[in-house]
Every structure is written in structure tokens, then in C-alpha cells.
């Protein structure tokens, strides 16, 4: 299982480490975290992990020509995709963490947004384990039960044009979008860290490996 | 729901782990490693190292032992000690670190919090606020490991700096620290009603009765303990049983 090239694109903010060794434990046989835009071009499989903000992430995504090739990849049916947290956020239309509004990845219709609390109780940033309520076809939470808990850190979420992709909602400030899945293609996003996420989170990358 | 979250403490200087008592001692306690594995096997939370000597020393974090730490944490982790610039956090999210605490610079240098949070996201900068209570009960924080004094009001100042973009609070009490006698509720419940942010109680910590009674009476989103995993018998896994049972939101 997972052989191939499985990629961790580091765009110079985050923790490709975590990620890179999660793969790894997961199964992964060839993981190689990267900024070269050529190793992108000719990766098995991509993971795009996520610390930092929308913007300072696609001003170093750009500087780097690393969203062509991302984009190439995932365009076709043959690359499987997997943005986590701000990873996921990425793949949107749009997104204004850290500065004014800006473009995203594109791979995915929809605005990334601020979590708006509706009462004292909640507080932003979103730190901690929260359930993720799945969709029962779901390929990422297969063999993971119900509500399970994963691991969330962030002050933003991805608000999708089409709800069709979500694959998992966690109930905070008024419900937000957990994870996608786009249908008929291997490209997904989760807003919490699988690779922080222990046993819920491992499985989770396993089955994204076998996607 | 979102769950309160049990948060070993580790207290690192050089390779080992040390216990602090009132900010001042280093009892060796066994390596960082072994202790990481451990709470791994157990699959607490959420740890907390932080490097008690290198901002006394004058030191950067020993990114390259934090790296070595990370490659074995999988669950989420926060550092701090010793972080003074931007590089510093960027360096210490690149070898694993989910996110960075800031104390003695944040104090000298503000705009630290703010230009992190610009770059990194305000979720991964924590602002660490080490306060004293005098003997006539007013509180003031203390920078370099609870050194020295600041003039500041640990209220004030958490409102100062969720306000700058630090996205939690990690509140400990020097007083209490390593005392087991319990958190000082009041300076918790104080800070987490002047900010929206998160915030991870710590300091004094001896029972998990000490955790509920924290949780009860003030809105801390996290409770952080060192001594009573480190030096007793009690586990972060028995602590959630036990405040299951009083109607606290655990994992488990």
C-alpha cells in the first residue's frame, strides 16, 4: 500500500515534519517534503499541510511556482490531494487571513471566512478535540466511528459553494465544514490535523493513502 | 463539543526533564524522549515543553532536540523558551511544533505577537503569562521564568495581548507552580473573562479535584499540570474519568 511518491508541499510556514512523519507511520513508503515545484510536477500523491495565513501561505506558494503544478496535479483524476487546515483553506476560491482578500488554489468553489462565536462560551481561535459528524459514503472516515474526535486549531473556516462536497460539519459557532471530498475524484481537505489527531487521524491518512 | 483539554507540562533543560517548584529547581526527572513516548501510548490531549533555561541563558530553543522531541510527538504540541523572533517561531513550527509560546519577548517587544499572528496565524502564537500574587493579593506578571517583575496586571496585559493577535493564553501561576496545592482560581477565572481567547490554566496542580474545581469556576478552556503526572501515580486518562463524572466535556 501507498507506494509511489507522496509529497508534503512546504510553503516555509508550517510544520511539514509532523505530517511527513504521520505518512510515514501511516504506511507511506516514499514521502519527501518539498518546495521544488518538479517534484510537485511528478508526485503519486500530494499533501498539502497547513500552518500559517491564507495570505502569507499563497504569497509563498506564488513565490515559489508551486501553485501551477498543484493545480496541474489535481486537475487530472490521477493525483489524490489532501489539504489539511489551512491546507484545506487553500483550495478555496478566496480567503482574507492575514491581509485583504486573496485568491486561493482554486480547486474548490467557495470563501474562506472568520468563525463568528454565538455566545461566551465559544471562543476563537477553535483550539482542541472536536467531533466530526461524517457522511456515512464517505472514503476518508471509513472504519472511523461516528462523532469521532479530531484535533482543531484555527480561526477560519471554509464556507463551500456547493455543501454536496462536505464530508464532515463539527458543530462550532453555528457549524462549519470539516472535511470535503469532491465527488469521483481523490481530492480532499480536512480543517483539523490528521496528523495530530492520533488513532482517528492515522486512520484517516491510511484510508487517504489507499485512495 | 469541543472538549476541555488535560495538558501534560514538560519542563525541559538541556536533555533532561526537570520539576520546577516556585519557578526555581531542577530535579532531573528522566529523559524528555521517554516521557513523549509515554503520553503518546496514552494519547493525551495535547503537551506543553517548554525550555526553562534558554531564555535565562540567553539561548535560542535547542531547535535541534525540539525536532528530535516533535519526530516522536504525535499529538499536538506547544513550545516555548527562548523565543524572540520571528524566526524563532518559524523554525520551531518547521521542526514540529503545532504552536509557539512567547513570554519574556512578547513583554519586551509586543509587536512580536502581532507580526506572528500576521504571519503564522494568531491559532499558533501563545502568549505564556507568568503571575505572582503578593501578599496583599494583587497579582503581577513576571517575565524570564518568573524572574523578574514587569509592573503589569496579568488581566491587563492577557487583554493586551489577545488584542495584538495571540490566539491562547497559557496562564501559570509562579506562586503555585509545583506546589500541588491547586491552581489559583482566582487569577484564572479573572484573566478568562477579560479575553475571548482560550486559555490553559496552569500552575499548582496536585489532585484532579484541583482541575474540577478550576473548570467550575472559571471559563478555562484547558487545564495544564506537570508534578501530579510526573511525581504520582495519577494519569491524564484518570483525570478525564474523573471529571467526566462531574459533567466536564472530556475526550476519551
Given at each position: 500500500m501507498a507506494a509511489g511518491l507522496t509529497v508534503v508541499v512546504d510553503y516555509g510556514l508550517c510544520n511539514i515534519d509532523s505530517m511527513a512523519r504521520a505518512l510515514e507511520e501511516c504506511g507511506a513508503k516514499n514521502v519527501e517534503p518539498t518546495r521544488d515545484p518538479r517534484v510537485v510536477a511528478r508526485a503519486d500523491r500530494i499533501v498539502?499541510?497547513?500552518?500559517?495565513?491564507?495570505?502569507?501561505?499563497?504569497?509563498?506558494?506564488?513565490?515559489?511556482?508551486?501553485?501551477?503544478?498543484?493545480?496541474?496535479a489535481s486537475a487530472g483524476a490521477r493525483v489524490p490531494f489532501l489539504g489539511a487546515c489551512l491546507g484545506m483553506q487553500l483550495m478555496a476560491g478566496s480567503g482574507a487571513e492575514g491581509g485583504?482578500?486573496?485568491?486561493?488554489?482554486?480547486?474548490?468553489?467557495?470563501?474562506?471566512?472568520?468563525?463568528?462565536?454565538?455566545?461566551?462560551?465559544?471562543r476563537v481561535p477553535h483550539i482542541g478535540w472536536n467531533e466530526v459528524t461524517a457522511r456515512a459514503?464517505?472514503?476518508?472516515?471509513?472504519?472511523?466511528?461516528?462523532?469521532?474526535?479530531?484535533?482543531?486549531?484555527?480561526?477560519?473556516?471554509?464556507?463551500?459553494?456547493?455543501?454536496?462536497?462536505?464530508?464532515?460539519?463539527?458543530?462550532?459557532?453555528?457549524?462549519?465544514?470539516?472535511?470535503?471530498?469532491?465527488?469521483?475524484?481523490?481530492?480532499?481537505?480536512?480543517?483539523?490535523?490528521?496528523?495530530?489527531?492520533?488513532?482517528n487521524g492515522f486512520r484517516l491518512l491510511r484510508n487517504f493513502l489507499a485512495a | 463539543m469541543l472538549k476541555t483539554r488535560i495538558i501534560p507540562t514538560l519542563l525541559l533543560k538541556g536533555l533532561g526533564l526537570v520539576k520546577g517548584k516556585e519557578f526555581d529547581s531542577g530535579r532531573r526527572v528522566?529523559?524528555?524522549?521517554?516521557?513523549?513516548?509515554v503520553y503518546n501510548l496514552r494519547e493525551v490531549d495535547e503537551l506543553v515543553l517548554l525550555d526553562i533555561a534558554a531564555t535565562?541563558?540567553?539561548?535560542?530553543?535547542?531547535?535541534?532536540?525540539?525536532?528530535?522531541?516533535?519526530?516522536?510527538?504525535?499529538?499536538?504540541?506547544?513550545?516555548?523558551?527562548?523565543?524572540?523572533?520571528?524566526?524563532?517561531?518559524?523554525d520551531l513550527l518547521a521542526v514540529g511544533a503545532d504552536k509557539v509560546a512567547i513570554n519574556t519577548a512578547a513583554l519586551a517587544t509586543p509587536e512580536l505577537i502581532?507580526?506572528?499572528?500576521?504571519?503564522?496565524?494568531?491559532?499558533?502564537?501563545?502568549?505564556?503569562?507568568?503571575?505572582?500574587?503578593?501578599?496583599?493579593?494583587?497579582?503581577?506578571?513576571?517575565?524570564?521564568?518568573?524572574?523578574?517583575?514587569?509592573?503589569?496586571?496579568?488581566?491587563?496585559?492577557?487583554?493586551?495581548?489577545?488584542?495584538l493577535g495571540a490566539g491562547e493564553i497559557l496562564l501559570t501561576s509562579i506562586d503555585r507552580d509545583g506546589t500541588m496545592r491547586g491552581y489559583d482560581v482566582d487569577?484564572?477565572?479573572?484573566?478568562?473573562?477579560?479575553?475571548?481567547?482560550?486559555?490553559?490554566?496552569?500552575?499548582?496542580?496536585?489532585?484532579?479535584?484541583?482541575?474540577?474545581?478550576?473548570?467550575?469556576?472559571?471559563?478555562a478552556a484547558a487545564v495544564a499540570a506537570a508534578a501530579i503526572f510526573h511525581f504520582t501515580e495519577q494519569t491524564p486518562r484518570e483525570a478525564k474519568d474523573y471529571l467526566a463524572a462531574r459533567g466536564v466535556k472530556v475526550r476519551r
Open positions: 498539502l499541510p497547513g500552518v500559517g495565513t491564507f495570505s502569507a501561505a499563497m504569497r509563498n506558494l506564488e513565490a515559489w511556482r508551486l501553485i501551477e503544478p498543484i493545480r496541474e485583504a482578500a486573496r485568491p486561493g488554489l482554486g480547486l474548490v468553489e467557495g470563501e474562506v471566512v472568520r468563525l463568528e462565536p454565538r455566545d461566551g462560551d465559544e459514503d464517505s472514503t476518508l472516515f471509513a472504519g472511523i466511528r461516528d462523532n469521532a474526535d479530531f484535533y482543531f486549531v484555527h480561526s477560519y473556516h471554509l464556507r463551500l459553494a456547493d455543501p454536496a462536497i462536505e464530508s464532515g460539519r463539527t458543530n462550532y459557532c453555528g457549524g462549519f465544514t470539516a472535511a470535503i471530498e469532491m465527488p469521483g475524484r481523490a481530492i480532499f481537505g480536512a480543517q483539523f490535523h490528521p496528523e495530530k489527531s492520533q488513532r | 528522566g529523559a524528555a524522549l521517554q516521557s513523549i513516548r535565562p541563558a540567553g539561548a535560542r530553543p535547542d531547535f535541534r532536540e525540539i525536532d528530535e522531541l516533535a519526530d516522536n510527538c504525535f499529538m499536538p504540541m506547544t513550545v516555548g523558551g527562548g523565543v524572540r523572533s520571528l524566526d524563532d517561531i518559524r502581532r507580526s506572528g499572528a500576521r504571519e503564522f496565524g494568531a491559532q499558533c502564537i501563545v502568549a505564556a503569562i507568568d503571575a505572582r500574587r503578593h501578599e496583599d493579593g494583587r497579582c503581577e506578571v513576571f517575565s524570564h521564568c518568573g524572574r523578574t517583575a514587569t509592573g503589569r496586571d496579568p488581566v491587563a496585559w492577557a487583554k493586551e495581548v489577545a488584542a487569577l484564572v477565572r479573572d484573566v478568562a473573562a477579560a479575553v475571548d481567547v482560550p486559555v490553559i490554566a496552569s500552575g499548582g496542580c496536585g489532585s484532579y479535584a484541583h482541575m474540577a474545581e478550576v473548570l467550575a469556576r472559571s471559563r
